[in-house]
């Protein structure tokens, strides 16, 4: 019997490129069924990937702050 390997779904290239960064592997990368226009990047489900995955979403609001921020100089 074949054992699927738990893997986790993600819709933002953003995202993807940096977990990429962080040495996750990137198991595939299809067209998104529900819109053409965008890829869907799929790795493997883990605590690791997870923690990753907050840090980036706490570093992409101080990243936009400082941006936004300077962008009103």
Same mark, same amino acid.
């Given at each position: =019997?074949?054992? /699927?390997?738990? %893997?986790?779904?993600?819709?933002?290239?953003? =995202?993807?490129? @940096? *977990?990429?960064?962080?040495? &996750?592997? *990137?198991? $595939?990368?299809?067209? $998104? *069924?529900? #819109?053409?226009? @965008? #890829?869907? &990047? %799929? &790795? /493997?489900?883990? $605590?690791?990937?997870?923690?990753?995955?907050?840090? @980036?979403? /706490? $570093?992409?609001?101080?990243? #936009?702050?400082?941006? @936004?921020?300077?962008?009103?100089?």
């Amino acid at each position: =019997m074949e054992q /699927k390997i738990p %893997v986790i779904i993600i819709h933002s290239q953003a =995202m993807a490129g @940096y *977990l990429m960064m962080k040495r &996750f592997i *990137l198991i $595939d990368e299809r067209e $998104d *069924l529900k #819109n053409p226009s @965008y #890829n869907i &990047f %799929v &790795f /493997k489900e883990s $605590d690791e990937i997870r923690n990753a995955m907050r840090q @980036y979403s /706490k $570093d992409k609001i101080e990243i #936009n702050k400082i941006i @936004y921020n300077s962008s009103n100089i």
